[in-house]
């Protein structure tokens, strides 16, 4: 998968040094919007930033520019979406606005934002006909144990240490019955429920069995 990543859940994972998580994960790449990097992380994630951009001059996160995008002849297509998303979205939300046209643009499987309020990027996504899949952080980590590239203790671990480093005051419980019901028992789109049944056959995953492990903890 490729993911476009949004402001808050670049300095969630890098405030506690979680940030292999995401190239783990998204093995196809991760990328950001240059806006978000020259303006939403200098002035919301200072803290993270030197990290950000050690990973960045590493080829870890790319960073697209309006250049690039130009380069790529696909400039107007982007131009065409961010317009489209901030009617949607307004302007409280230029970071996620960010992400979701870029990750439109370039054709990407997967947008991760901490941003869940009601109609904001995350729920209206799930909502909508659309083919990119909105992740939080702790779906990310969900889908990881999922996978087998962590255990039950590792993800409960990782979920306590980004809930507490960014004061989000989330609960895993609730989290993991949120991932529950949007892919197995009361999905917002059959895209959502095919994507899970692929992943599954392609891992072996036991579905119930992880997810029986992963409960006891919590």
């Known amino acids: 998968m490729r993911a476009s990543l949004d402001t808050n859940v670049i300095i969630h994972f890098y405030r506690a040094n979680l940030q292999y998580i995401l190239f783990e994960l998204f093995e196809d790449g991760v ?6 990097r020259n303006v ?8 993270v930033l030197d990290k950000v951009d050690d990973d960045i001059a590493a080829g870890k996160i790319a ?3 309006d250049q690039k995008l130009k380069e790529q002849s696909v400039y107007l297509i982007f131009e065409r979406n961010f317009k489209d998303n901030r009617k949607l979205y307004g302007a409280g939300d ?3 606005v960010y992400a979701i046209s870029l990750a439109q ?10 941003d869940v309020k009601q109609g904001g990027p ?16 702790a779906d ?10 962590a255990d039950q203790y590792q993800t409960v671990k990782d979920f306590n ?14 989290q993991v019955s949120k991932f529950i019901r949007r892919f197995f028992t009361e999905p917002y789109r059959e895209e959502d429920v095919r994507w899970m049944q692929g992943l599954v056959t392609r891992y072996g995953i036991r579905i119930k069995c992880k997810m029986s492990e992963l409960r006891k903890l919590l």
């Open 40 to 47: 939403e992380l200098e002035n919301h994630g200072k803290t």
């Open 94 to 96: 230029m970071g996620e």
């Open 63 to 65: 960073v697209y520019t």
């Open 161 to 174: 240490s980004i809930n507490e480093e960014s004061k989000l005051n989330w609960i895993f419980r609730s």
């Open 31 to 36: 990328f950001i919007y240059e806006q978000i």
């Open 140 to 149: 990310v980590l969900i889908l990881r144990y999922l996978i087998g590239k």
């Open 122 to 137: 995350y729920m209206s996504l799930l909502q909508f006909e659309d083919d990119i899949m909105p992740f939080t952080f």
């Open 105 to 114: 643009t370039l054709g990407a499987n997967a947008l991760v934002t901490d």
